[in-house]
């Protein structure tokens, strides 16, 4: 049990936490505040997986612009998220069911599966390689343009869709 | 490396099932969002885990950019859903799903 | 163009009104010119042929010393079970004899019918062209008949004709009568049908029986020695042997056919129909198919020495000549003494065979049916001229109807001497044709009947003083030699009768006052006929006959002695006496001082026994009573039996079980089941649609719930299959 051992459960828990809180709290904004808390773990992940750039993505993207997106239309549709009352629809039993099950299910497999597993170091420039591969006819340039064109199309839908006729 | 890479995978799959049943049982369509938001993210998790432990030896990476679109596409996801949540609660005045049950003969 | 040319084209004869009669039906029914034509032109073929085949057969028999052409040509077998039946046509003197006789006096009534039918004026009778097509076809059965080789091509012609004579007789079945005592045509067909039938069904015993017995029908094989051997000597029952049984029965279709006693009583009222018809059927052909019958079986009857069938023939002949001639005298009806008379000569003929006297009898026929069809032809002119008178008379018009008396002329009976009278004046074309018939009928010197008759006569004198071959005993004939003289006696007086009644004195109606002349096509036949009358005789007189020497190497060909019937002086001045007593008694009482009024001067005196031949010593009363009633009312009886104690209580029982059944099944299967099946598919539907419905709320995340459900369960599978 070393170092990394112990902070990773710290940080899967607090991953693990965040979740919980946003999928059984009653409120609506306590659970958008648990997401940003359960973001910040999977971005500790990151930087025990030696992938910082990722980490700090996610931090500004996922926490930076997600959460608060989702914040704002929480506030935005205020009305009748007081009136809350009921949080959950009439099959969370089934879905509560499923969801154990397959988590069962996959936690099984996973342990048993000898993973081809190699010890290897992460390049020192890897975020060069990554800017590098992004762009590169050969890599992932197309993915990254087709992402930035998603991106467009998403900006202009979303402002179509919410504009006040 | 000394966390096994099932602990990672692990992880991942409890975080994907938690947010998949907030998809299944909330009412709330933000709610679900959040639980989508949470399955994206036990996704990613599971990529760059898989990269570190496996695919690095090769240099690529692959499992990097894979995470970045993911994330690029659950952030434009997310916008859009947002609007759509926004538009209909304009409309109905309600963000309750179980009442947006038009989808069927 | 060899004789056998001909003789092979034999079987065409009766084919060719045959044709006729099938054109007619088919195609030319509605034109009536060419409905004449069509079935004078198949008479008349047939009529061509027949005269060749007939010149050939006697030329032949007289030449040929070796075989006279008993010529059976097979034309097809029918096989039947154990045997075939042999069809096919055969000529020999005999059958040259009758198409002598048979197509051409078929083709005078057919000419004469045109007029008779009124074609051209205004009441021509609206069945014409059916009534050529049915004497048409039964031109075809009687010529089929005289060339069959075998009795059962023979026995479907008969058949043909008999039906021929139902539709014929009954031509104008419409007809009704305001006397209730009077018979329709309807019934009158009806009745000549059924009695003839009951003839019919003794000659089907007779071939059956020869059949069962001989194995064969056809004519030649019937004849051979051999088996007219084996029927003489094997007996059916007791000491009689088959050849007599089957003799007699087959005499008896000739019976019926021939309208003898007990079998005549449809004759007379056969008068019913058109007059063309009385002259075709019941004085040439059909009757004298019964005669021809008797003549062409003839081996059959003479097979047994000593057999009584010939005595059968002979008696009921001679009963029948004398018993008709009875009854003509107190006919008033024109053609009902015509009837009678035919049937009283058709004795003769009979009476004759079964005497032994085989050529006298065919010579016989064959100047019968001349001098017959020349009295009921000139008959049916002056009816027809009768009535064309009463209809001047009456509405002082052309109101012409069909010629026999009826409804609509308001009872005035146009067949009625009573109503004629000095009609020889009126019509003399018809009168003196009429007057050479009536002398032929009579046998005076030297008119065909004389010849004839006499020929009769003195085979009969001769049978009784020299005995006869066949072993009857030897005073048969006397008997029979009595009866016919004294028939022959009846015969000249009713005759005279007739003619005086007829056409001597004044005209006792209006109608007889102004009766026309017949047309042409009418009055030309007539004529035509009475020239036969008076010359065919002479191929018949004794000492040199040619018919003897046409049938009689016939007969020695049959291996049978046919009696050469020698003039005897005394037997012809009997029958010249006999004769000319009748006339003398006709002219006393109705040609020297012609009746004035309609009253016969023989009622008085005949008293009761007048009533009795008048009313045919009522044996068609005792027949209908015997035998006719009680059968209608068994008929009846049953009918009503059956339809109410049988067949309601079973159609009732049938429809009320159905019912029951029904509503049986209706309970047990139809709601429970049937209903409850379909009530039942109904209701799973909607539970199942109900249940199916719930998947569709609508929600998302049921949807995805289900989704996702769905590959936890896959994945579950793949794990435990691993």
Known sequence: ?165 | MQVPLSWYLVVAAALFCIGLYGVLSRRNAIGILMGVELMLNAVNVNLIAFWRYVEAVRATMAGQVFAIIVITVAAAEAAVGLALIIAIYRNRHTVDVTEADQLKL | ?722
């Open chain 3, 1 to 722: 163009m060899t004789a056998n040319f001909f003789f092979n084209l034999t079987w065409l004869i009766p084919l060719f009104p045959l044709a006729a009669f099938a054109i007619i039906v088919l195609w030319t029914n509605r034109n009536r010119l060419l409905s004449t034509w069509v079935a004078w032109i198949g008479i008349g073929l047939a009529w061509i042929l027949s005269w060749i085949i007939f010149w050939l057969a006697g030329y032949h028999a007289k030449y040929l010393t070796a075989s006279v052409e008993n010529y059976p040509v097979p034309l097809f077998s029918t096989p039947t079970g154990s045997t075939e039946l042999q069809v096919g046509f055969q000529v020999d003197t005999l059958t040259g004899l009758m198409l002598f006789m048979v197509p051409f006096v078929c083709l005078m009534i057919f000419i004469y019918s045109k007029g008779y039918m009124n074609y051209g004026t205004q009441a021509v009778d609206s069945r014409y062209s059916r009534f050529f097509a049915y004497i048409s076809l039964f031109a075809c059965g009687m010529l089929g008949l005289v060339v069959s080789d075998n009795l059962l091509t023979l026995f479907i012609f008969w058949e043909v004709m008999g039906l021929c004579s139902y539709l014929l007789i009954g031509f104008w079945f419409e007809k009704k009568y305001t006397d209730p005592n009077r018979i329709t045509p309807k019934q009158a067909s009806l009745k000549a049908f059924l009695t003839t039938r009951v003839g019919d069904i003794l000659m089907l015993a007779g071939m059956l029986l020869l059949y069962i017995q001989t194995g064969t029908l056809t004519f030649k094989e019937i004849f051979s020695t051999e088996v007219l051997e084996q029927l003489a000597t094997t007996y059916a029952f007791g000491q009689v042997p088959w050849a007599t049984v089957i003799a007699i029965l087959i005499f008896g279709g000739a019976v019926g056919k021939s309208a003898q006693f007990p079998l005549h009583v449809w004759l007379p009222d056969a008068m019913e129909g058109p007059t063309p018809v009385s002259a075709l059927i019941h004085a040439a052909t059909m009757v004298s198919a019964g005669v021809y019958l008797v003549a062409r079986t003839f081996p059959l009857f003479v097979a047994v020495e000593g057999g009584t069938q010939l005595a059968v023939v002979a008696f009921i002949g001679a009963f029948t000549a004398l018993f008709a001639g009875t009854m003509a005298i107190a006919q008033n009806d024109i053609k009902r003494v015509l009837a009678y008379s035919t049937i009283s000569q058709l004795g003769f003929m009979f009476a004759a065979l079964g005497i032994g006297a085989y050529v006298a009898a065919v010579f016989h026929l064959i100047t019968h049916a001349f001098f017959k069809a020349l009295l009921f032809l000139g008959s049916g002119s002056v009816i027809h001229g009768v009535e064309h008178g009463h209809h001047h008379s009456e509405h002082g018009g052309h109101g012409h109807e069909s010629p026999e008396g009826d409804l609509r002329s308001g009872g005035f009976d146009a067949n009625d001497m009573m109503n004629m009278g000095g009609l020889l004046r009126r019509m003399p074309a018809t009168g003196w044709a009429f007057i050479v018939g009536a002398l032929a009928l009579t046998g005076i010197f030297p008119w065909a009947g004389f010849w004839s008759k006499d020929e009769i006569l003195a085979d009969a004198w001769n049978a009784f003083v020299h005995g006869t071959e066949y072993g009857v005993a030897k005073f048969w004939p006397i008997f029979v030699f009595a009866m016919l003289a004294l028939a022959a006696l009846l015969t000249a007086f009713y005759t005279a009768r007739l003619v005086f009644l007829t056409f001597a004195g004044r005209p006792r109606t209006e109608a007889a006052h102004h009766a026309p002349e017949s047309v042409p096509s009418m009055t030309w036949p007539l004529i035509i006929l009475a020239v036969f009358s008076t010359f065919l005789g002479l191929f018949g007189m004794p000492w040199a006959s040619r018919v003897y020497s046409l049938l009689g190497e016939y007969g020695t060909i049959m291996g049978e002695h046919i009696p050469h019937g020698e003039f005897n002086a005394l037997v012809a001045g009997i029958s010249l006496f006999v004769a000319g007593l009748g006339w003398l008694f006709g002219w006393l009482l109705y040609g020297r001082k012609p009746l004035v009024e309609a009253v016969d001067p023989i009622e008085k005196p005949l008293g009761p026994v007048y009533t009795l031949l008048k009313n045919r010593y009522y044996i068609d009363q005792l027949y209908h009573k015997v035998l006719v009633r009680p059968v209608i009312n068994l008929a009846s009886a049953a009918y009503a039996f059956d339809d109410r104690v049988v067949i309601d209580p079973i159609v009732d029982g049938v429809g009320r079980f159905g019912r029951w059944l029904s509503e049986w099944l209706k309970k047990a299967v139809d709601n429970p089941i049937i209903d409850g099946a379909v009530n039942g598919v109904g209701r799973v539907t909607t539970w199942f649609g109900e249940f199916m419905r719930a998947t569709q709320t609508g929600q998302i995340q049921n949807y995805l719930l289900v989704a996702v459900v769905t590959i936890l369960f896959l994945l579950i599978l793949f794990l435990v299959r691993t």
């Open chain 1, 1 to 165: 049990m070393s170092m990394q051992h112990v902070v990773f459960i710290i940080l899967s828990a607090i991953a693990l936490i965040g979740a919980l809180g946003v999928v059984l709290n009653r409120r609506l904004f306590r659970s958008a505040l648990f997401l940003v808390l359960s973001f910040v773990g999977v971005a500790g992940f990151y930087i025990l997986l030696e992938v910082e750039l990722l980490a700090m993505i996610q931090l500004l993207v996922y926490v930076g612009a997600i959460a608060i997106l989702i914040i704002f239309a929480i506030m935005l549709s205020r009305q009748a998220m007081v009136a809350d009352d009921k949080v959950l629809n009439e099959q969370w039993i089934l879905g509560g069911l499923a969801a154990v099950v397959l988590c069962a299910t996959l936690v099984y497999v996973l342990v048993q599966v000898n993973w081809p597993v190699v010890e290897v170091t992460v390049p020192a420039n890897s975020i060069q390689r990554l800017g590098e591969s992004l762009v590169d006819p050969n890599g992932f340039v197309l993915p990254f343009e087709v992402a930035s064109v998603l991106l467009l199309v998403a900006l202009v839908g979303a402002v179509i869709i919410a504009r006040e006729k």
